[in-house]
Nanobody
Framework: QVQLVESGGGLVQAGGSLRLSCTAS????????MGWFRQAPGKERELVAV????GGTYEPDSRFTVSRDNAKNMVYLQMNSLKPEDTAVYYC???????????????WGQGTQVTVSS
């Protein structure tokens, strides 16, 4: 059973930065794709970034940068120039293939709250 634990969320003013971390208990972590998703109140969960096992990334918003350290079983999300509309619960997810579709991810963390004040 894979466990994912996010950390690093909190309250930040607009224009500030946060770095989220996710630690995974998975064996052979380096074989898996990792995704960051978020869900704001009343909205559907949406993709934030994806990183392949070898470090290839998909980051639709240039303010956000995903990275990973396979030696430490960690994945990170650096978030810069934060806006109030970035307020959401942020989740990391693990899956066997690189995908923008959340249904392809088989393990999820419990989420970490990010709140951006104006």
């Amino acid at each position: 059973q894979v466990q994912l634990v996010e950390s690093g969320g909190g309250l930040v003013q607009a224009g500030g930065s946060l770095r989220l971390s996710c630690t995974a208990s998975a064996r052979a972590f380096s074989n898996y794709a990792m995704g960051w998703f978020r869900q704001a109140p009343g909205k559907e969960r949406e993709l934030v970034a994806v990183i392949s096992p070898t470090g290839g990334t998909y980051e639709p918003d240039s303010r956000f940068t995903v990275s990973r350290d396979n030696a430490k079983n960690m994945v990170y999300l650096q978030m810069n120039s934060l806006k109030p509309e970035d307020t959401a619960v942020y989740y990391c997810a693990l899956g066997p293939v690189v995908s923008r579709d959340e249904r392809q991810y088989t393990s999820w963390g419990q989420g970490t709250q990010v709140t951006v004040s104006s």
